[in-house]
Every structure is written in structure tokens, then in C-alpha cells.
T-cell receptor
Framework: AQSVTQPDIHITVSEGASLELRCNYSYGATPYLFWYVQSPGQGLQLLLKYFSGDTLVQGIKGFEAEFKRSQSSFNLRKPSVHWSDAAEYFCAVGAQNAGNMLTFGGGTRLMVKP | GAVVSQHPSRVICKSGTSVKIECRSLDFQATTMFWYRQFPKKSLMLMATSNEGSKATYEQGVEKDKFLINHASLTLSTLTVTSAHPEDSSFYIC????????????FGPGTRLTVT
């Protein structure tokens, strides 16, 4: 069974600083990996996804993530954080042979200091 | 594109009553829809997977007689919480997977259920 770990429950960064949110997964085959963002009381918005190919994936809102098979990681990065980026971020792994169900990490709450 | 709506966004009901939540894919056909439950400050817990025209597949520990799921068309799935109790109060989120074959899920805005 697949699993996802987001080691950081909370992260606080200053506006304009760089950001990296960690995600480690466990899955027996090549995973499908996703990052979603959730604002309070809202649903989830897809930031980016990795299926195959280039291991550096570009997403919306200036985010990118890098798939590192050797480290079983898919960390999310942004070079310069904006106050509007404050939200909850979820990493997820999908399995083709399990009806495309997603397994989510516990989430990382990002707070942005002015 | 890929917009998913949920209705209602908030609902308050009395203990013992039933409430229905609708999930619609507005601009694409979804052969598979998923229902999640999210507790405060927690991650999403998959409740069930529903495929159009067939019975839903429930995750372990989710009572199928309490959480009735119907996926009658390629754009609509409903979750009915029957005989609701205060412990059913939660944030319920649906997602839909495009039938075209990609693997990402598009999420609805969620429904906040409060049972009094």
C-alpha cells in the first residue's frame, strides 16, 4: 500500500523568502505524484503533478517540484513566497492499479510573515 | 476547465435526519468520483470511490448503509448521510476524475455539515 509523509506540520517563512515543503512517499512502482493547496474552508486546488518524464515539474502560481526516485521524495519549492501563498499544502500519491485513488500526506500549514 | 461544484456548501441538520450532498463535474465527464471526509486541521480521508452506473466501493471502516453514494450520471454523484449524528459533523469533499484517462482528481469546494 502506498503512503505519504509530510514531515513538517507547520512552516513559517517571511514574504519574499524561498520555500521548500517536503514530501516523502512509499510505493512499489513508479508513482503518480501531486501537490494540492487548500485555503481555509475551501476545496483543494491542483498545483502540479508528475506522471513521467522530466523530474522537475512546473506548476501554477510559480511553484515547482522535483521527483527524486532515489530519495522517494517530491518536494515543493517556490523561490519567493507571497502572503497569498499562506494555506495548507497536501502531497498525494496515486496508484493506477487502485482505481486511481489518491493517498494524501498529513498536510503542511504554511504561514507567511510580512 | 475541470470545475467541480458541491451543493450545499454548508448545511445544518438535526440529529436523526438525513442530508444529501451533491457533487457535479461542470465541464467534463467523470467516470469516477471520490468522496472524502476532512476533520479540523487534518488530512483528507477517502470514504468511497464511485463509478458511474455501479455500486460505490467503500474504504474500511466506512459504513455503507450510513453514507449512501449514488453516481447516476457522468456528471453527478450524491452522498447521503442517513440518520445523522453529531459525530458525523465534518467537512465533506468530493473529487472527480476525468474519463479521458489522466490521473489527476479535481476537487469540489467542500460541504460543511453540522449535526445538532
Amino acid at each position: 500500500a502506498q503512503s505519504v509523509t509530510q514531515p513538517d506540520i507547520h512552516i513559517t517563512v517571511s514574504e519574499g523568502a524561498s520555500l521548500e515543503l517536503r514530501c516523502n512517499y512509499s510505493y512499489g512502482a513508479t508513482p503518480y505524484l501531486f501537490w494540492y493547496v487548500q485555503s481555509p474552508g475551501q476545496g483543494l486546488q491542483l498545483l502540479l503533478k508528475y506522471f513521467s518524464g522530466d523530474t522537475l515539474v512546473q506548476g501554477i502560481k510559480g511553484f515547482e517540484a522535483e521527483f527524486k526516485r532515489s530519495q522517494s521524495s517530491f518536494n515543493l519549492r517556490k523561490p519567493s513566497v507571497h502572503w497569498s501563498d499562506a494555506a495548507e499544502y497536501f502531497c498525494a500519491v496515486g496508484a493506477q492499479n487502485a482505481g486511481n485513488m489518491l493517498t494524501f500526506g498529513g498536510g503542511t500549514r504554511l504561514m507567511v510573515k510580512p | 476547465g475541470a470545475v467541480v461544484s458541491q451543493h450545499p456548501s454548508r448545511v445544518i441538520c438535526k440529529s436523526g435526519t438525513s442530508v444529501k450532498i451533491e457533487c457535479r463535474s461542470l465541464d467534463f465527464q467523470a467516470t469516477t468520483m471520490f468522496w472524502y471526509r476532512q476533520f479540523p486541521k487534518k488530512s483528507l480521508m477517502l470514504m468511497a470511490t464511485s463509478n458511474e452506473g455501479s455500486k460505490a466501493t467503500y474504504e474500511q471502516g466506512v459504513e455503507k448503509d450510513k453514507f449512501l453514494i449514488n453516481h447516476a450520471s457522468l456528471t453527478l454523484s450524491t452522498l447521503t448521510v442517513t440518520s445523522a449524528h453529531p459525530e458525523d459533523s465534518s467537512f465533506y469533499i468530493c473529487s472527480a476524475r476525468w474519463s479521458g484517462g489522466t490521473y489527476e482528481q479535481y476537487f469540489g469546494p467542500g460541504t460543511r455539515l453540522t449535526v445538532t
